[in-house]
């Protein structure tokens, strides 16, 4: 990027010290260095609202001629967000309760919300976006870190749905282990189950892009 030595969000001391190539003699300086970053990329990510609303074309183009890769540089944005949204639910703590599902989809409903206001940005009136992909958008615990975390009440409830399933009316338990199991089993359903009422209530069905339709014209064949 030709503006890469720019002052942006991370000034740079910042990057500096995120690269561990300064040191602070005080822990307090590193604490007070790393939650000024912090404030400082929150702001700047509240700044994408202003700038989507307002910002105009000449300056989005000028953007794009002052960046050498904005591909790449797009692709680095979209990691952040990834990370940043999947965190919670690759966080096992925080995967053993009601909010499970939600945390698992975060990501994929903040891509799916903005390609649609993307697509309104063109003139496009749609439908709920829905996203087809051949990888997984949501990231899980383990089995072994789900095991750590589940409590007597949820491994209890877990024992009474296999007994149920088995219709048994023993007083059979399953270890931590095969409760794990069974919850990582229904966590995958429960956000199957989501995806699925959110596409039966799209109007529109998915379109396939990648097919090939007709011979490609030579317009687009390299020469």
């Known amino acids: 990027m030709s503006d890469a030595n720019q002052r942006g969000i991370l000034t740079k001391s910042d990057k500096d010290w995120l690269h561990g190539e300064i040191e602070y003699e ?29 910002w105009g074309e000449d300056e989005r183009r000028q953007i794009l001629e002052e960046i050498d890769n904005p591909e790449a540089l797009a692709a680095e944005i979209i990691e952040f967000l ?9 966080d096992s703590e925080e995967m053993v309760g009601s909010q499970a599902v939600d945390n698992a989809l975060a990501f994929r409903r903040a891509l799916s919300s ?12 749609t439908d709920r976006v829905l996203i087809d992909s051949n990888v997984e958008l949501f990231e899980i615990p ?32 399953i270890d931590k282990v ?16 989501k995806l699925y009422t959110r596409r039966s209530l799209s109007d529109s069905e998915i379109k396939r892009h990648d097919q090939m339709i007709s011979p490609t014209i030579s317009l687009f064949k390299n020469e």
């Open 26 to 54: 005080h822990r307090q300086t590193a604490a007070n260095k790393r939650a000024e970053i912090r404030k400082r990329v929150t702001a700047a990510l509240f700044d994408f609202e202003d700038l989507n609303e307002v």
């Open 82 to 90: 990834y990370v940043l949204l999947n965190e919670p639910a690759a």
């Open 114 to 125: 903005g390609i649609q206001n993307g697509k309104q940005h063109f003139g496009s009136i």
């Open 142 to 173: 383990s089995e072994d870190d789900l095991q750590r975390e589940l409590d007597t009440d949820q491994w209890r409830k877990l024992n009474e749905h296999v007994r149920g399933a088995i219709e048994t009316e023993g007083d059979e338990v």
């Open 178 to 193: 095969d409760a794990a199991k069974q919850y990582e089993t229904g966590l995958r359903f429960a956000i199957g189950e």
